[in-house]
């Protein structure tokens, strides 16, 4: 059994914050500062230009991979961290369109993260070779499924809602029906136990600021179907995905297996803390993580819904449909983020009406949980939420 | 005047160390680990997800872009830092050919760093519009300049041999004939005086772990000239470049100016260190810099050819054709950075022959170079790179 008291001492958490906005950036890690520390003083300090062979950081992006391929389940070998979650959106594409080559249509949905679209239509507008981006309701994904869509890209769970996609259903079915997938696994690595090499996914792409807890900008990480890697010619083909980067030769060769999708030089001192992050997750057990993620969500609902029946639950009500947050919709959601902050519970809002909230086993309890629920109705039912310092629009992360 | 004991003062160096190899990755500014440190407890551990708006994290590449725009010698608002120096050539050069869709000819030279080239080779591998990557002789640039040309991309100063080419002729020379350009200054900026705005490019990219002592995997900067970059479509188009990140629109509108060459969430932990290293610049002009620079130049290779006339200097010997290196030419010049450093003097070396020497005055001076020539000298003359120890070969970065 996972011990969650352990877990969650491991974790930085303001006094008398209830922090249920890990899905937007997780808590600081204790060990974290300690280890940015050390890489900071004792590798780049000490050992300058030569901590790339003897502080390993040539190769952290790979065993940073592995460790999080470990949470997604993807085999040895088949991760590689970098970047930002757009670019590795875009190495994904830009790869699966090529896969594809005789189909011109990618297929998304309106819960997929915007950049994701953004950065498909960026690329779209750079081949000027006819393929169209079409995006249609979470719903209507699985009957749009036919034989003109060269590629179907996804997140699985809804930022809005906390939609869950079924990822293997849907991928068994588009690659019946000879469709490239790329699934974003954005709110789900760390959310719930996945089986992203056994799906047979081609591609899948994440970030590790989110429920891994790397801290602002950490870098995001890619994972290539290890039978496919081989054949992927990397669009983005920097150096350090080079066969052979210090033979500095004037033309690209790529790597063999997923180094091909590395690109520029690794972001060292992100790495450090992702690695201090990626510490938590030793010893936890993904079917425990979900069952008590799924416990904390369902204590949320049940307590909002007999405390404040005003409020209107966007999300699945059925656990399995949903991934690890709970979207409530309220006409005055807004003010009232900011009337819980002010109170020391910290979600986050999404216009025109969402109030989203993280449940993150590894820090937040059952009790924390159940606080937060009487919080928020006090707010809703007492109208807390009308007064002017909690109406100030500004930009909400 | 500027004052180098002082900025000397601001670096740590390991005891006997002589660094002559911060044109590959600077190093430890004190200040940053303490930085680093602030902005993990104070600002991600206590500020959480407000961080972005509390902290000032969003708009940290902007202002740190601003910080190195002195530097380089470009207005307010027309630098953004992000992401690696490989996609910040790959969002300009994508923009670059754009400008001049009725040309297919990208220019550059064999002294440009390999990523750069491979960069453009997997953008035209993907664009798949005729597009030909041409690679001369440094030499042979100024006389290749034809009307044929869509994009000239060149790194100013030669990894290999410092080498640099005459930014402002070239530039008004390639544009008269209608060709976009791109400058990298990966060993420009940091490294001597720049007046990238007044040479009216487009286009010029950098990076900040050499000569700007950010720390391994820092962020990368892109400038894009102000009168352009509204019209440019960003190849790249992730959401923090959109013009209303927060409305979680279905398109893709670009940010204003400098805004949209944005992509995905930027690296707070490797900014905070950025900006720490940043603050050793204030106080230091560009004029004394490049004074101080030539004059350490100058110094090591006047020593190095008296005290050891076998090598043979790959460098320009006029200092105004040179940048911030020297490189001498010498057979068993692998073996001699490997005993170089066992004596404390860190230099790196570049196949087949080249060893590089990095001339920084922020934290190097005159005296220090003095001592690495006497050791350089002795180790040579000795023959003591015969010694088995130093011939293994590794990775060498």
Redesign the interface.
Known sequence: MTDFNKTRAMF?L?EG?I?L?GN??G??PKA??AR??AM??DE???M??????KAG??MQPNRLGDRIGRLIGTPPGSVMVG?????KV?QAL?AAL?MNPSRKIVLSD?GN???D???A???I?????GHVLE?VNPEAVDTRLRDDIAVLMLTQVDYRTGRMHDMAAITAKAQAMGIVVIWDLAHSAGAFALDVGGCGAEFAVG?T?KYLNG??????FIYVRPDLVDKV????????G?EA????????RPGAGIMRMR?????????A?LDAALDAWEGVDMGDLRTASVNLCEIFIEEVERLCPSLHLQSPRDAQMRGSQVSFGFEHGFATIQAL?ARGV?G?F??PDTMRFGFTPLYISPDQVRRAAVVLADIVNSRAYEAPEFSQR????
Chains 1, 2 share one sequence.
């Open positions: 930085h303001p914050v922090y906005d937007s950036l808590p600081l974290a500062t940015v520390k900071m003083a780049w300090g000490e300058l230009i030569t901590g790339w062979n950081w040539f970047d930002t979650l757009s670019i875009y830009a090529e309106n993260f915007p950049s679209l953004y950065m239509r960026g690329l507008g750079s081949l000027q070779q995006v970030c600021y801290g602002p900008g950490a870098p995001a010619r990397p669009a983005l083909s920097g150096w350090l080079h980067p210090f033979d500095f030769d004037l033309n690209y690109v520029g030089t690794p972001p060292v001192i992100q790495m803390a902050a910290i986050d999404r216009a500004g930009a909400v992360t």
